[in-house]
């Protein structure tokens, strides 16, 4: 499909553009943040946020690099924190890095009870979980590696493994957790430099555990095996090779009087932790309607008259629905749930409003973010799309595909509760007034969403049994969750098409222009 090829030659050029802003500001702009869904208002958390980072600073400054510390142990309201300098910062950057680090986290996720940031020279996390001294083996998308390629790539890819793997042996038998050295390639006739390290609250056991998954996944670091050099970066380890000595770390504080300025034209209210408020078709219908097999067994028991009135019977005799044998696996909500969830549907609350009326970001009892949409008493939504959202999204399942939590239809509310996404859509990141959010767009993250939308699409084409396809396919309907993770929504102009159907003419226009 032309359309399609277009969509993605756009996407990829704009998903380009800001390379050169990231790399000229990476001295204060993370390769790597992750902001949770699990906020706090708490005015207490931040005081005690603050004093962490000061107790992680200082320690830090007196031990080479590394600290570890807790605040409110063993209470309710314990906050767990880990910072480090990576052993191949130059001197004095470690010092820097300590500083800018931590005030990023607060100008970056001021709210958000756990989070994780990695930048060239240092490394930190915090927690309301007790992850110290725990083997964390989620990779963070941050795997950089020179572009340019060498002659006798199979012998250097042998040399490669070969150093870092003897450097990982080398670095469980030492009380640092770290180990850096060289070996000669005979094919390219040239020393190779390498590192490997792990956070120092680990065992020697899980470092080395650590250290071999980082090597499993450095085959995959884009054309790592071809590359001069590449580092990889897991929670709770490092590895880095090149064709040049590494400016090892020799710790030295900088005075405060010499630390540079933290750039304050990055500053955000909140980074990555925006729900989406997703442009098009108000879903709550299709929840309803899809949700009409689930009964929850309350007193609200939800009757199928119930569902039926959000446009009433007729309406919803005329779409068709009752003839597909639809049926979702949602839950349904309580009004009150509702109400305690969004602050009785407080403006603060408030994450903006659409076509079919405002969204609410809510949390459940249990933690659990939700977006609800409220249907706005002048909404009016056709009856086809009504009936393509139904048949389409309650039969969907897959990552890249915006998944519906639930509904409540009660008194005259209409209501849609769908997942909680802690990122805004894609355009946001492309094309938004916020810098920050445009440099938070490393290769690996624009890499990655890409591979989410065609997974996401090969889905809907090919593998869902259905052959569908979404005709509204735009960065505006790509939402962005924690993990950056891309998920399509708005299925309202979406088309099924017979398994040998190539073509199809139509005179109506569908989509944007």
């Known amino acids: 499909m032309p359309s399609i090829e277009l969509f993605f030659i756009v996407l990829f050029t704009k998903l380009g553009i800001t390379l050169s802003s990231i790399h000229g500001n990476n001295y204060y702009t993370p390769e790597f943040s992750n902001c949770t869904c699990n906020h706090t208002n708490n005015i207490n958390f931040q005081f005690d946020l603050n004093q962490l980072f000061s107790s992680l600073k200082s320690s830090a400054e007196s031990s080479n690099g590394f600290a570890k510390s807790s605040v409110n142990a063993g209470t309710r309201n314990q906050i767990n924190g880990l910072i480090m300098c990576y052993n191949d910062a130059a001197q004095g950057n470690c010092s820097a890095c300590l500083n800018f680090s931590t005030e990023s986290a607060i100008k970056l996720c001021p709210d958000s009870r756990s989070a994780t940031f990695t930048y060239d020279w240092c490394f930190l996390r915090y927690s309301d979980d007790n992850f110290i001294s725990t083997l964390t083996l989620e990779q963070m998308p941050n795997c950089i590696n020179n572009e340019f390629d060498v002659s006798n790539s199979s012998s250097m890819h042998g040399t490669v493994f070969e150093l870092l793997n003897s450097l990982r042996l080398e670095a469980i038998n030492s009380t640092l957790l770290f180990a850096y050295g060289n070996m000669t390639d005979p094919g390219i006739n040239h020393s190779v430099y390498g590192l490997v390290e792990c956070t120092k609250d680990?065992?020697?056991?899980?470092?080395?555990?650590?250290?071999?998954?980082?090597?499993?996944?450095?085959?995959?670091?884009?054309?790592?095996?071809?590359?001069?050099?590449?580092?990889?970066?897991?929670?709770s380890c490092?590895?880095?090779?090149?064709?040049?000595?590494?400016?090892?770390?020799?710790?030295?504080?900088?005075?405060?009087?010499?630390?540079?300025?933290?750039?304050?034209?990055?500053?955000?209210?909140?980074?990555?932790?925006?729900?989406?408020?997703?442009?098009?078709?108000?879903?709550?219908?299709?929840?309803?309607?899809?949700?009409?097999?689930?009964?929850?067994?309350?007193?609200?028991?939800?009757?199928?008259?119930?569902?039926?009135?959000?446009?009433?019977?007729?309406?919803?005799?005329?779409?068709?629905?009752?003839?597909?044998?639809?049926?979702g696996d949602c839950q349904v909500f309580l009004l009150s749930e509702i109400k305690s969830a969004t602050d009785n549907f407080s403006e603060k609350n408030k994450l903006g409003e659409g076509g079919f009326g405002p969204v609410y970001k809510g949390v459940l009892p249990n933690g659990e973010g939700i977006a609800v949409k409220r249907l706005a008493g002048w909404s009016k939504q056709g009856l086809v799309e009504l009936k393509n959202e139904v048949v389409l999204l309650a039969k969907l399942n897959h990552k890249n595909l915006v998944k519906l939590l639930g509904y409540c239809v009660e008194e005259k509310e209409k209501l849609l509760c769908y997942e909680y996404l802690c990122n805004e859509s894609l355009d946001k990141h492309l094309s938004g007034t916020d810098e920050t959010k445009r440099e938070q767009l490393s290769w690996q993250i624009r890499y990655k969403i890409l591979q989410g939308i065609s997974s996401g699409l090969q889905h809907l084409h090919s593998e869902s049994g259905l052959r569908i396809v979404h005709r509204d396919l735009k960065p505006s309907n790509i939402l962005l969750d924690e993990n950056m993770t891309p998920k399509i929504s708005d299925f309202g102009l979406a088309r099924l098409y017979n398994d040998d159907q190539t073509h199809k003419e139509t005179s109506i226009i569908a989509g944007t222009w």
């Open 238 to 327: 490092y590895i880095r090779y090149e064709l040049y000595p590494l400016p090892l770390l020799t710790f030295k504080p900088l005075a405060p009087g010499l630390l540079p300025p933290f750039n304050e034209g990055s500053k955000t209210k909140h980074v990555g932790v925006a729900a989406i408020c997703a442009p098009g078709s108000f879903l709550f219908i299709v929840a309803a309607v899809a949700c009409l097999g689930r009964v929850r067994k309350t007193k609200n028991i939800m009757t199928r008259d119930n569902v039926a009135s959000i446009t009433g019977s007729k309406e919803v005799e005329e779409t068709g629905l009752e003839s597909t044998g639809v049926h």
């Open 202 to 235: 680990l065992s020697q056991y899980d470092c080395g555990s650590c250290i071999k998954s980082a090597l499993e996944n450095l085959s995959g670091c884009s054309r790592s095996t071809r590359a001069r050099g590449a580092r990889i970066s897991f929670m």
